[in-house]
Nanobody, 123 residues
């Protein structure tokens, strides 16, 4: 069973930075591909970034390339999203997701979702 818990969200000024974390208390964390998604008010959930089980492969939405970095520490059962140069349009609830297959993350059809953490970027 995978139980994902996000943390690290908050209010930040435009141009600032935040680091989100996603942890899992289970024993199979290292076997899963992971990803970050976000949902802004009035919009659908969109893909942000993905990382393979080993951390060797990553992928990003064009809107965050060069500003966001996804990483994971399997020894700590934790995934991170380092966000810099934040913009007001980055405001959203950010969700982490897990699936045995990286393709499911990229297709936005993962087996497991976290509850989300709010990120608000003020102008």
């Amino acid at each position: 069973q995978v139980q994902l818990v996000e943390s690290g969200g908050g209010l930040v000024q435009a141009g600032g930075s935040l680091r989100l974390s996603c942890t899992d208390s289970g024993r199979t964390f290292s076997r899963y591909a992971l990803g970050w998604f976000r949902q802004a008010p009035g919009k659908g959930r969109e893909f942000v970034a993905a990382i393979s089980w080993s951390g060797g492969n990553t992928d990003y939405a064009d809107s965050v390339k060069g500003r966001f970095t996804i990483s994971r520490d399997n020894a700590k059962n934790t995934m991170y999203l380092q966000m810099i140069s934040l913009k007001p349009e980055d405001t959203a609830v950010y969700y982490c997701a897990a699936d045995p297959a990286l393709t499911a993350i990229l297709d936005a059809t993962p087996d497991y979702w976290g509850q989300g953490t709010q990120v608000t970027v003020s102008s």
